[in-house]
């Protein structure tokens, strides 16, 4: 499902949610939900080998629900990207998402579909 929101405050939009804790710009740049890890997804590089799956979460059914939710989250109400100044390993900008005045990553959270990271 394609997820295209033009952002509040922003020369921005969002082409999709690629999982649950990172979105794509429409220019391409991939964003990095701030403090929150989501479950992978099916056919995940983190989850190939016994070694990468003890370090992540490979919920492949819950890595979709949270994928959805998130989508449906940021389709509910205006949404606001908030950039943190900071990067993670691999250069991603780190955001929090907020929909109507409420942390999308919070929500996940709240709904057992990311936890604190």
Do not use: F, N
């Amino acid at each position: 499902m394609m997820l295209a929101l033009t952002l509040a405050a922003a020369t921005q939009c969002i082409a999709y949610v690629h999982d649950a804790d990172t979105l794509k710009r429409c220019d391409g740049t991939r964003l990095r939900l701030e403090a929150i890890d989501a479950p992978e997804l099916e056919g995940s590089p983190s989850c190939r080998s016994a070694k990468q799956r003890s370090r992540h979460w490979c919920d492949y059914r819950k890595g979709e629900e949270a994928k959805r939710a998130l989508q449906r989250i940021m389709a509910s109400g205006k949404v606001e990207i908030v950039y943190s100044g900071r990067t993670d390993r691999y250069r991603r900008p780190l955001v929090r998402v907020m929909v109507d005045g409420r942390d999308a990553g919070h929500e996940l959270i709240d709904r057992g579909l990311a936890r604190k990271w």
